[in-house]
């Protein structure tokens, strides 16, 4: 790590003002860009207004959740009153639900490919893939897939990579699972953690 400090020193030299001893110096240099090739290339960034998040009274639940390596976020915020999972590519698309009257955007990857979770008819909250050009959800909201569950009632979809491997969590009969979805098939991994009656796949 010494040397670390010493070649950032190096290239700092012009730059007397800037010491690696005082508090926050290295978080300072990595924030106005990054070391390559022997030089510090500035970074810039652009901040977006992406309108005003509202919650129901007690609940906590609408923020950006996610964002991808082109710039979409996945978020939850409501709408006409309920919550709904929502995708930003330059405006907000309202991903819908599976029946129910809320839902949760979780996890997106670089092919917008979100995940979350919704309220279904039976008023249990499953776990979701939604995708542009999906056909396996419900009647009304056929890019929305309900992944199912252990063999409990509720699931969670939390994150998807970009091969479409989704986890999350599920019910089985009696406690809750992480699991990965992949291929059509939600594999129980949480049942191979021994002596952890739940665990939870994230992200």
Do not use: C
């Not at 923020?63 to 082109?70: E, S």
């Not at 996945?74 to 009257?101: E, F, I, K, M, Q």
């Amino acid at each position: 790590m010494e040397g670390v400090f010493h070649a950032i020193q190096s290239l700092l030299i012009p730059m007397q003002r800037v010491s690696l001893q005082a508090p926050g110096a290295l978080i300072l240099l990595l924030a106005l860009g990054w070391i390559s090739s022997g030089r510090v290339h500035a970074a810039t960034y652009t901040l977006l207004d992406l309108g005003t998040f509202s919650d129901q009274a007690g609940r906590t639940e609408s923020q950006p959740a996610g964002i991808n390596n082109l710039g979409a976020v996945v978020a939850s915020n409501l709408r006409s009153g309920n919550y709904r999972a929502l995708l930003y590519g330059g405006a907000w698309t309202n991903l819908g639900t599976l029946g129910g009257y809320e839902s949760f955007g979780l996890g997106i990857n670089d092919s917008g490919a979100v995940v979350g979770y919704s309220l279904n008819t039976d008023g249990f909250n499953r776990a979701f893939l939604w995708t542009a050009n999906g056909t396996n959800g419900p009647a009304g909201n056929p890019r929305m897939k309900d992944l199912g569950t252990l063999g409990g009632d509720e699931s969670t979809a939390t994150a998807i990579n970009e091969a479409g491997q989704i986890t999350g969590f599920a019910q089985t009969t009696s406690l809750d699972h992480a699991f990965v979805y992949s291929g059509g098939v939600m594999k129980d991994i949480g049942g191979l953690i021994k002596n952890l009656p739940n665990s939870y796949g994230q992200g």
